[in-house]
C-alpha cells in the first residue's frame, strides 16, 4: 500500500471508502501529504506495548478546569 513517495492516491482512495467517504482526486491529493507525514507516527503509536499500569490520556475539548 504504501511507496517510497508515500501512500498512492489509489490506496487512500480505498481507505477513504473503507471508511464511508466518497472523495474526490482533487481533495485525495490535497490529503496525501497530511496522511504521508503523520502515517509513519501513528504506526509506532499503535506498535506501542502499552501494560495495565501505563497511564492513559483522554482529551476533551469541551472540559472546563474552573467547573
Not at 11 to 23: D, P, S
Request: proline share 6%; net charge negative; no cysteine.
Amino acid at each position: 500500500m504504501a511507496e517510497a513517495d508515500g501512500i498512492t492516491v489509489e490506496a487512500l482512495r480505498f481507505l477513504a471508502e473503507r471508511v464511508g467517504m466518497q472523495l474526490t482526486t482533487t481533495e485525495l491529493e490535497h490529503l496525501k501529504p497530511m496522511f504521508d507525514f503523520y502515517a509513519p507516527q501513528l504506526r509506532e503509536l499503535h506498535a506501542a506495548e502499552l501494560a495495565a499500569e501505563d497511564m492513559a490520556v483522554v482529551y476533551s475539548p469541551n472540559w472546563d478546569p474552573q467547573v
